[in-house]
C-alpha cells in the first residue's frame, strides 16, 4: 500500500506539472507587481490608407517590460491578466496612454488621426458604467470621441446579450468607431454585422498570409471587402508583410492595411517622429 501511494503521489504531480504551476505563480504576482509599478509599454503600429499610402491611424498595442524576462507579449500574458481580473487596471491605463498619445498627435500634426485600442471580451463585459469614465476623461481631454476607436472580437457579438448591445450603443453615442478584429477567424455568422454597429472589419492576418492572385483566400478577401462596402463598413487588412499582398489587396478595394511591410509596432516616441516626418514631406510636397 505503501509502494503505491507513492507511486501516485508522483504521478499525479510530475515535476514538469509542478513547473508550470509555480511558474504561472511566480507570473502571476510578477503581473501583480508589473500593475503597481507600472512596467508597460504602449507601442503603435501605423494603419496605412491603402489609396494613398498615407499614415492615417494607428493601433495601440500592450508591451510588459519585464524587469528579467525583458519584453513580454500580450499573448503571453493577456490571458493571465484576464483570469486574474488585472486586465481591469491594465485596460484602465491602455486606454489613457492612448488617450494621451492621440491627444497630442491630433492637436500638433493631424487632427483626423485616431487610435484604436483592443478591449478583450472580460473587459467589454465588465460594468457599462466603466465606459462612462471613459467619455469622460475624452473630454477633460478636449478629444472628440472620434480620437478612438475600440477594436473586439466576433465571439462577443454571438453573445447577443442586452448588456453587449448596449454597450455599443453607448460607444456610439459618444462617437468612438468600432472595429471587429481578426474578422474570420471566430464564428463569422454575418447576420450580426446588420444587427450591430461597426465601422471596421479587419482581415484576419491567416487570410492575407496566403493571399495570391486565384487563390481561395483571395477569393475570400475579395468577398469580405465587398460585403463589408455593402454594409458600409470599411476594411482593414492585418499583417500585410509583402508588397504582393499590399497591391492585391489594394485592387480588391480593401480601404486599409497594417503589416511588417509598412512598420513592425513601435514605441510612441518613435511612433511621433514618423508621423511628423509623414506630415513634413506632405508640406514640402504641396510647396512644389
Ligand atoms: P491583434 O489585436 O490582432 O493585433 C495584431 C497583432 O499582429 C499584433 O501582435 C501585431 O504586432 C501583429 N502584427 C502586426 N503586423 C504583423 C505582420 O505583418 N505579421 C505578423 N506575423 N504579425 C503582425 P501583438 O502586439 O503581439 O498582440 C497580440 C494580441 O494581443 C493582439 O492581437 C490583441 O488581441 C492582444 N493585445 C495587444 N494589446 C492589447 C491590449 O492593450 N489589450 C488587450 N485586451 N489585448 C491586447
Ligand atoms: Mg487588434
Ligand atoms: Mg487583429
Ligand atoms: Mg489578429
Redesign the pocket.
Known sequence: AAKGAGRNRFSYFTPALQTAAINRMRLTNDLRAAVKQNQFALYF?PIVHLETGRVHKA????RWLHPQRGIV???DF?PLAESTGL?VDI?EW?FREAARWVRKWRDEIDPEFQVS????PV?FQRDGRAYDGWFAHLQELGLAGSAMSV?ITEGLLLDASRGVQDKLLQMRDAGMQVAL??FGTGYSSLAYLKKFDIDYLKID?TFVRNLAPDSSDMALSEAIIVMAHKLDLMVIA????TAQQRDLLTEAGCDYA???LFAR?MPGEEFDALLRAQASAEREFALK
Open positions: 503600429q493601433e495601440a498595442l500592450i507579449s500580450p499573448l493577456i486586465i485596460g491602455v485600442i483592443n478591449q478583450s473587459e477594436e478584429d481578426d492576418r492585418e499583417g500585410v508583410e497594417q503589416g511588417f509596432p
